[in-house]
């Protein structure tokens, strides 16, 4: 069993380097810096990671994907996404591969506790998956997570998807289900130290809002 850590980064130059320093200890790491202004190319290569350079800035979705077919050409059989801010903690790498190794899912998602969020930040996930679990007809632990691990033949799927921002995480958890692939949860910590957020809330609530309507749409045409 192959897996690979997959940082997709923008302007992360701050953290970078302990992040992922931290997830070597537990397996090689691959960097997609997105078009970033500042240092976080070289601080990562420097760490030790593998560093692919996207210019100009693509979103998390397109730098994900890029991620994707690099392992999918070296034959990994899954990759772990984190963020590359300092908000996931890569001690918690292990138990992703533990549950990948017994429930052989597809894709694994790190869901946060809620209560400890700052608490617009609260309100604004809580609303999220509220919506989307409508959306999706199931309940949803949380859809925007980014710490996730994602199986070889989920990627191979990914790699045609349409969505090149934050929403490709829920496009991700729409395109597991419509397969028939297996979806799994695990506990992560929440992490809050006033990291700058590079999400435009305008433009995300609305991208958010087209992806949970289609996605609706798609579950009411199925059943």
């Not at 302990?18 to 202004?37: F, K, N, Q, W, Y």
């Not at 963020?83 to 869901?111: C, K, R, S, W």
């Amino acid at each position: 069993m192959r897996l690979l850590v997959l940082i997709p980064a923008y302007n992360e130059a701050a953290a970078i380097q302990r992040v992922v320093m931290e997830s070597l200890a537990h397996m090689a790491v691959l960097v997609v810096d997105d078009g970033s202004t500042d240092e976080t190319a070289a601080l990562a290569e420097a760490a030790g990671a593998t560093v692919l350079v996207q210019n100009p800035n693509a979103g998390k979705g397109a730098a994900l994907r890029r991620g994707f077919a690099w392992a999918l050409e070296r034959e990994y059989d899954g990759v772990i996404a984190l963020d590359g801010d300092g908000q996931h903690d890569p001690a918690e790498i292990p138990a992703f591969v533990g549950l990948f190794a017994t429930e052989q899912a597809d894709l694994i998602i790190g869901y946060r506790n809620f209560d400890h969020m700052p608490f617009w930040r609260w309100l604004a996930n809580s609303l999220g998956f509220a919506i989307f679990s409508w959306a999706m007809g199931t309940h949803i632990l949380d859809n925007q997570s980014g710490y996730r691990l994602t199986s070889r033949r989920l990627m191979e799927r990914l790699l045609a998807g349409q969505e090149s921002g934050y929403e490709f995480e829920m496009e991700e958890i729409v395109s597991c289900v419509e397969a028939g692939y297996r979806l799994a949860w695990t506990p992560i910590r929440t992490i809050y130290a006033g990291e700058v957020s590079h999400i435009r809330p305008i433009h995300h609530i609305a991208n958010f809002v087209r992806v949970a309507w289609q996605t609706r749409q798609r579950v009411r045409r199925e059943a």
